[in-house]
């Protein structure tokens, strides 16, 4: 007891110091925690959430028997695969390309510039795109045009909606996501590269040999977090994007939820599909960690 | 040894400028569109400099009521955001990087469970108007306040401190609460200014909360009126129309002056943003 009344005086200030967070966390991150209780209960916006009636799993066997679930699923997975597939070598290409320029003025400028997009708002990302692609004005179908072809409305036709989603998400982060890699490779003991030239091996070797396992473990950190949000496919620019000519492959289950749950007010539904892609997520970065923790030395704990 | 620059060198180059070009030349066009008359854009012949230079559009920008209202209050809600932001995410960062703080492990793992685990969007959107935020400023800047990232990235930070600091404040009877405003936040300038351009940015740019929260227009951020510009227009009628005065202006030319006047403020701070960024993104992934 003395020893805690001490411990206690010790941290009071370093308490009060962290009380605004403590509040912060509590009122917005965990009681909408426990707000998922609803997705149990028929929400009745008067009765709140403590008072609307128990109906069990009445809302997860609506979801899974509906005709929408296995479109929704099926697009948000390969929108998230797809994603981990060309996005994730993305930025580590782009490091070791920045890696091998010997002109430092290059090197820092190209990186300067290419982190650019990455403070783009989604709202202006998304507006360029239906700007620059716009089948009568647009600047890419001008070049279409001038190549021969008609002109093509991308932005309305399901076909291009994962390719210009996918490549426009590269834009964005390429650069930005450079940063860490060429952190990574930056601590490697530039001892290693002169022993590799001393045995005669070129550019290609020393890549092969000594860069890539240089950065692997950054490598394997930055791959469980992306595969951790595979379900987690980004809200807004998918929303903006989307119009009802491009359900059939741009509606994913973020934007299932905002259309159903908060626009039509089915807000026990919502909550369903909600906790149903968080708990997706969770085994998905449970299991990459799992695994990498078997199969090589990295993990994330 | 120096060796010559080869075929390899030339792609390698090559690829990087393409790299470049693309993350630039977006905002060129835009520019140069946004600053021509109305028959070069129309017969589309503006791809790098402004063709029969005028400001026609900015004027009509800048004489939207809509437009400078939501700019107005962007600048607020950034300003009293990131304030909020970076005061409570530094004092919860300074105080998770002491250790003998009280229940500092069980805070730690309270605060690192909200980077796999969320409430989702509806819980949250609930919890909100419970508060009876919706239409108000603060539902702009108090639901998504402290990032996790952020705050793990600060206390990275502070651990790094020197012991001594916080040793000679005690000898002077200050409280950790003086430690921490009066001498500890004038040594973190660098990872403030980091730190705040991070939140501010985020705030500046932030879509979903003013789609979530805000119903009543004269809240509305910039982002909200691009979006009912550019893109609920989109699709709709392309060509000259008569917007305010008696100039003729490109439809096209005025969404994208609209779209730069949105963005500039983030592309004046970005050369300081370059300077301490990249050193402020890396402190928090540098791991025991």
């Known amino acids: 007891m003395a020893l805690l009344r001490l411990r206690w005086n010790r941290s009071k200030y370093l308490l009060l110091l962290f009380l605004p967070a403590l509040v912060y966390y509590v009122m917005f991150k965990y009681v909408p925690m426990f707000g998922i209780l609803i997705s149990f209960k028929d929400y009745n916006p008067f009765k709140g959430i403590w008072q609307s009636e128990w109906v069990g799993l009445k809302y997860y066997e609506m979801f899974f028997h509906s005709p929408d679930f296995p479109k929704l699923l099926k697009n948000t997975i390969l929108l998230g695969v797809y994603k981990v597939v060309f996005g994730f070598p993305a930025p580590i290409i782009l490091a070791l390309l920045l890696n091998e320029v010997r002109k430092g003025v290059v090197k820092r400028l190209v990186q300067s510039i290419s982190y650019l997009p990455h403070f783009i708002s989604n709202v202006v990302v998304v507006s360029m795109m239906f700007l620059f692609l716009s089948p009568t004005s647009g600047l890419v179908n001008h070049v279409v045009e001038w190549m021969g072809y008609s002109s093509i409305n991308f932005m309305q036709n399901e076909n291009y909606f994962r390719t210009l989603y996918i490549l426009s998400e590269i834009w964005q982060h390429i650069g930005w996501e450079t940063i860490i890699y060429l952190a990574a490779l930056s601590a490697i003991d530039p001892q290693l590269y002169e022993a590799a030239t001393v045995d005669g091996a070129s550019r290609w070797h020393q890549l092969r040999h000594v860069t890539l396992p240089g950065i692997m473990p950054a490598i394997v950190i930055l791959f469980i977090l992306n595969i951790g949000h595979v379900l987690d496919i980004g809200f807004e620019k998918v929303l903006l994007m989307l119009n009802p000519s491009i359900y059939s492959t741009a509606d994913v289950l973020s934007t299932y939820v905002f259309r159903t749950g908060i626009q039509a007010m089915n807000y026990s539904y919502g909550t369903a599909i909600d906790l149903f892609t968080s708990v997706v997520n969770l085994l998905f970065i449970l299991t990459a960690n799992w695994i990498s923790r078997r199969t090589s030395e990295t993990s994330l704990w | ?288």
């Open chain 2, 1 to 288: 040894m120096k060796p010559k620059f080869g075929v390899f060198d030339a792609l390698l180059y090559l690829v990087l400028f393409g790299v470049a070009a693309s993350a630039l030349y977006p905002f060129i066009y835009m520019i140069a569109v946004s600053l021509s008359g109305t028959v070069p854009v129309l017969k589309g012949e503006v791809f790098f400099w402004p063709k029969e230079f005028n400001l026609n559009t900015y004027t009509a920008v800048f004489d939207n009521p809509e437009i400078g209202r939501a700019y107005v209050n962007t600048i607020i809600y950034t300003v009293l955001g990131t304030a909020i932001s970076l005061i409570v995410s530094a004092a919860g960062a300074y105080s998770l990087s002491k250790r003998d703080m009280l229940f500092r492990n069980g805070f730690m793992v309270m605060v690192v469970i909200t980077l796999f685990f969320s409430g989702g969007m509806i819980p949250t959107f609930l919890v909100v108007k419970s508060y009876h935020l919706i239409d108000t400023i603060w539902a702009m800047v108090l639901p998504g306040a402290v990032s996790t990232w952020n705050l793990i990235v600060m206390r990275t930070f502070f651990t790094g401190l020197p012991q001594e600091v916080e040793e000679s404040g005690k000898i002077d009877g200050l409280t950790d609460v003086g430690i921490f405003f009066r001498l500890v936040l004038p040594l973190s300038k660098a990872i403030l200014a980091t730190i705040g351009l991070f939140y501010g940015v985020a705030i500046w740019n932030n879509f979903f909360s003013a789609l979530l929260y805000l119903r009543d227009a004269d809240l509305f951020p910039l982002q909200v009126i691009v979006r009912n510009m550019v893109l609920q227009g989109a699709g709709g009628a392309n060509g000259a129309g008569n917007i305010g005065g008696d100039s003729m202006i490109v439809d096209e030319a005025l969404k994208y002056a609209t779209i730069i006047v949105t963005t500039v403020p983030i592309l004046l701070i970005y050369p300081f943003l370059q300077k301490y960024f990249a050193k402020g993104a890396l402190i928090g992934s540098v791991k025991g």
